[in-house]
């Protein structure tokens, strides 16, 4: 392959590279979004710093001292965040709120961080929340595990999900 040739295909590599590397910038893991961006000066994790800084006020999330709305302050350039990082950290914190932290109540005794629980021990196939070594359908699992009631089965289930699923930047 002659010299020209062969740089001709390192810029196209470089070029499809960089793209990829676009692609994927445009993929926002909200959990490690808050840990580098927002944990230095909050709470180490998203779930302390909603429970204690922020409520629900219909469907919007609001800062408990203003009453001021998370994404109007956001927005203003607090954090630094691009639209598309905002539009995640808010799903992700609305998501938290609505939660009820359930996974702090009931699991957090004997597990460390939802995330870290699911991502490490779970996997989701053809829709089904799966353990990642003991192959065990969790739903059903979780009916027996965990001092869950049969109504919050389904909620821990949606938490345990969300924890799989890196949220599509809109």
């Keep these: 392959m002659s010299n020209q040739l062969r740089a001709g295909v390192l810029c196209v590599l470089a070029a499809l590279t960089g793209g990829l ?3 994927l910038a445009q993929t926002a893991d909200p959990h490690r979004l808050y840990e580098e961006r ?3 000066c909050h709470a180490p994790h998203a779930g302390d710093f909603v429970r204690d800084k922020l409520a629900l006020s219909g469907d ?3 800062a ?3 009453g001021r709305a998370l994404r109007t302050i956001l927005e203003s350039g607090h954090g630094k965040l691009t639209p598309e990082e905002i ?3 808010l799903t992700f914190m609305t998501n938290i709120q609505q939660s009820g932290r359930l996974f702090q109540q009931k699991c957090s005794i004997c597990h460390d961080r939802a995330v870290t629980l699911a991502r490490s021990e779970l ?3 053809d829709g089904k929340l799966i ?3 003991s192959k065990r359908d969790i739903e059903q699992f979780l009916y027996t595990h965990g001092r869950l009631s049969p109504d919050e089965v389904p909620k821990m289930v949606d938490v345990l999900k969300r924890q799989l699923t890196v949220m599509p930047v809109k």
Excluded: M, N
């Design 123 to 125: 996997i989701l196939k």
């Design 87 to 89: 539009l995640s950290i």
């Design 21 to 23: 590397a676009s692609a």
């Design 60 to 62: 919007e999330l609001v």
């Design 131 to 133: 353990g990642r070594y």
């Design 64 to 66: 408990r001292k203003s």
């Design 38 to 40: 927002c944990a230095a």
